[in-house]
């Protein structure tokens, strides 16, 4: 049975179920725009960073399989040596676009991760050096640029809350059902 699901095929069938669902919770964030005044991000070949609810702190490191998307605090992707998405459960209207101002400390953070889960690849602007942090527990980002927003916001997150449930209606279905749906606040 191991050897089943170890293989291609077995793997393939999966991404094909998880795919709406895991589109559904990622769609249902809300999403920010942090702006660096200098092109000082990395990214990589696995350039989301998901970042456990639990953990107050963390080392770089690759994430945790076992943490599903409901029970994270944030994700990030760097999208160019500028600009990060940063993904939450924050009750913002989806209406209004946010845009964060990242400091060179954020750029340590988001950088340590990305470096950390390139398999094997990481790039970053030619000419630049991009900070990246080394050492001790690492705060995550959110906290630190959203106002108000922390555990507790999370955990009383009606964008949240209504993902979950979302969720709890797909799950089970075969991988053929293509439709998810997407929390909006306005």
Known sequence: MESFLLEDTARLTRMLDLGPKVASVLGSMHWSLVEF???????????????????????????????????????????????????TWADLKDTEPVRLRGARHHAAGLNAFTVKQADPQWFLRPGTSPP???????????????????????????????????????????????????????
Do not use: C
């Not at 970042?51 to 409901?70: F, Y």
């Not at 050492?135 to 630190?144: A, N």
């Not at 959203?146 to 507790?152: C, T």
């Not at 997150?157 to 089970?172: F, I, L, P």
């Open 37 to 87: 005044s200098a092109p000082i991000l990395a990214t990589s070949d696995h350039p989301v960073v998901v970042s456990p609810l639990a953990a107050r702190t963390r080392r770089p490191d690759i994430a945790p399989m076992n943490v599903g998307l409901l029970d994270t605090l944030e994700v990030r992707i760097p999208v160019d040596p500028r600009h990060a998405i940063l993904m």
């Open 132 to 186: 990246i942090a080394s050492s001790g527990g690492l705060l995550p980002l959110s906290p630190e640029v959203l106002p108000d927003y922390g555990i507790g916001a999370v955990v009383r997150s009606r964008r949240r809350a209504q993902a979950t449930e979302n969720v709890s209606k797909v799950v089970g279905r075969e991988f053929g059902a293509r439709e998810f749906e997407v929390v909006w606040l306005s």
